[in-house]
Nanobody, 115 residues
């Protein structure tokens, strides 16, 4: 059974930074492309950052220049460095493969950007 455990969220003021982590218990997870998703209240979950098995990264336009996705050398931990946070970044953040596996969704970690 795959377990993805997200951590690192919290309350931060606009302009602040957070670094999210995703720990994976499954080898299958690290074999594929990985991504960070987020779901804001009343909105659909969206993919915000993607890292391919080749190491190529991509982020959605709304976070470009502010968010960076990375993984550790063994691939078992996924990170999302978030800088210059904006209130619009408030959401629950999840990690999963890209494309996602429904059975891999964890509880996510809440990020709240507010003054």
């Amino acid at each position: 059974q795959v377990r993805l455990v997200e951590s690192g969220g919290g309350l931060v003021q606009p302009g602040g930074s957070l670094k999210l982590s995703c720990a994976a218990s499954s080898f299958n997870f690290i074999l594929g492309d990985m991504g960070w998703y987020r779901q804001a209240p009343g909105k659909q979950r969206e993919l915000v950052a993607h890292i391919a098995t080749t190491g190529t990264t991509n982020v959605t336009e709304s976070v470009r220049g502010r968010f960076t996705i990375s993984r550790d050398n063994n691939g078992r931990t996924l990170y999302l460095q978030m800088n210059s946070l904006e209130p619009e970044d408030t959401a629950v953040y999840f990690c999963n493969n890209v494309p996602e596996f429904v059975e891999y969704w964890g509880r996510g970690t809440q990020v709240t950007v507010s003054s």
